[in-house]
């Protein structure tokens, strides 16, 4: 299948600094890449949708200058957590979409937390 | 909005018994798909249904899609440790694109 990498992996943080969390597409060019947040035990929170070349639409109560989203090309896209704050430690996890059968290609996750 | 709701959230097991979780939208889909998730892992793929009434397998895996195409369901049979993570369903929104995902059931076995 398809491969989607992201990286850091971890990452631990001071309060107020800024964090940059990358989603490559490997073997395939996703047009469209999501992002999610993901508490313990919980599901899958979509945050926003990253489309390439344009702005990305985020989802309700999902603060725009917050979690800034760029999808400069067709293999990659960045999610900034920005002046980063303790509730904002989470899992969080991105995934392309296959254009052929619209299955989701998760990225390995990156768990953030800030201290 | 569109919901998608799984039952049960947890479900503990003895390895060799079988397992199954439900899957249910709000809303009619066009299609469902199935992710598993280890713990500390991301999710992966595991299946796609599309048509109505649909059944598919996959080893010890059988996927159902209902006839009015708003439930699903993965029953596992004869569990092994290997089948322990959370399973997710996931159903298109009715933004293009987008896909809502269940609470999840995670399945624990023990040996």
């Known amino acids: 299948g398809a491969v989607v990498s992201q990286h850091p992996s971890r990452v631990i943080c001071k309060s107020g600094t800024s964090v940059k969390i990358e989603c490559r597409s490997l073997?395939?060019?996703?047009?469209?890449m999501f992002w999610y947040r993901q508490f313990p035990k919980k599901s899958l929170m979509l945050m926003a949708t990253?489309?390439?070349?344009?702005?990305?639409?985020?989802e309700q109560g999902v603060e725009k200058d917050k979690f800034l989203i760029n999808h400069a090309s067709l293999t990659l896209s960045t999610l900034t957590v920005t002046s980063a704050h303790p509730e904002d430690s989470s899992f969080y996890i991105c995934?392309?979409?296959?254009?052929?059968?619209?299955?989701?290609?998760f990225g390995e996750g990156s768990r953030l937390t800030v201290l | 909005g569109q919901q998608v709701m799984q039952i049960p959230q947890y479900q503990h097991v003895q390895e060799g018994e079988d397992f199954t979780t439900y899957c249910n939208s709000s809303t009619t889909l066009s299609n469902i798909q199935w992710y598993k998730q280890r713990p500390g892992g991301h999710p992966v793929f595991l299946i796609q249904l599309v048509k109505s009434g649909e059944v598919k397998k996959q080893k010890r895996l059988t996927f159902q899609f209902g006839e009015a195409k708003k439930n699903s369901s993965l029953h596992i049979t004869a569990t092994q440790t290997t089948d322990v993570g959370t399973y997710f369903c996931a159903g298109p929104n009715t933004n293009a694109g987008k896909s809502t995902f269940g609470d999840g059931t995670t399945l624990t076995v023990k040996p």
């Open positions: 990253s489309n390439e070349g344009s702005k990305a639409t985020y």
């Open positions: 073997d395939f060019q996703a047009t469209t």
């Open positions: 995934s392309g979409q296959g254009a052929d059968t619209g299955e989701l290609f």
